[in-house]
């Protein structure tokens, strides 16, 4: 049964183990959850992180797989801000297959984020767009972005907090692309998941997210290139 399988955090951090759990949002948000209810926590934290998520990522999808459990690929400076998160994510498995907090019922040729058509950064239409995040530093947060309606099926997700059953992710053969480092990998992996008939959607869980990302970046513009030369549609 979907709700015998721990949740497992996944996240890499440049902090020592001492320093997440006391410095980071996700650090602080677990010190609280860990020990507590019947539902079991589990965290696989890559401390004093220098290699690039997928990398990470990947290592962890590996060990999963004679030890089954529901994985939640974050970024550490995301905050947890409700108390039922646990719950929702096993709802959210009932009906998706990889979900996210945030995403895009489209996708468009060569767009560079779920959330923009194209190179100049252009909103895409509100009606295409699902989910909520925060953004600041804790609760309350400094303002909140309200893409659209949360679940819905989409075809792109934001990569600050995703989760997927680890044994379906042996069964399709979903890893993450290695050449990716910070940027893209997200996208990246949605192609794949769309390309294996994984169906993605989005799903209410309050979180506040401390970086606003890091658009036009050299390393942004590395991973954009990457991107487009494997993904020419």
Known sequence: MLTQLPIRFVCATRETKEGFFE???????????????PIEIETRIF?????????VYNTAIRESEKDPAILVFVHDDVCLCDFYWPDRIYDS?????LVGLAGNKRRMPGQPSWAFVDGTFTWDALENLSGVVGHGRGFPCA????????????????????????????????????????????LDLCRQAEQKGIKMGTWPISAVHESSGSFGSDSWLQGYKTYLDKWID
Do not use: I
């Open 23 to 37: 410095k980071t949002s996700l650090g602080r948000t677990l010190t609280v959850f860990r020990f507590q209810g």
């Open 93 to 97: 498995l009932k009906r998706f297959d």
């Open 47 to 55: 401390f004093q992180n220098s290699r690039g998520l997928p990398a």
């Open 143 to 186: 303002s909140l972005s309200v893409y659209g309606p949360p679940a819905q099926e989409v075809k792109l997700l934001d990569g600050l907090m995703f989760f997927c059953r680890s044994d379906l992710l042996h069964e399709k053969g979903l890893m993450f692309d290695e050449r990716f480092t910070f940027h893209f990998y997200d």
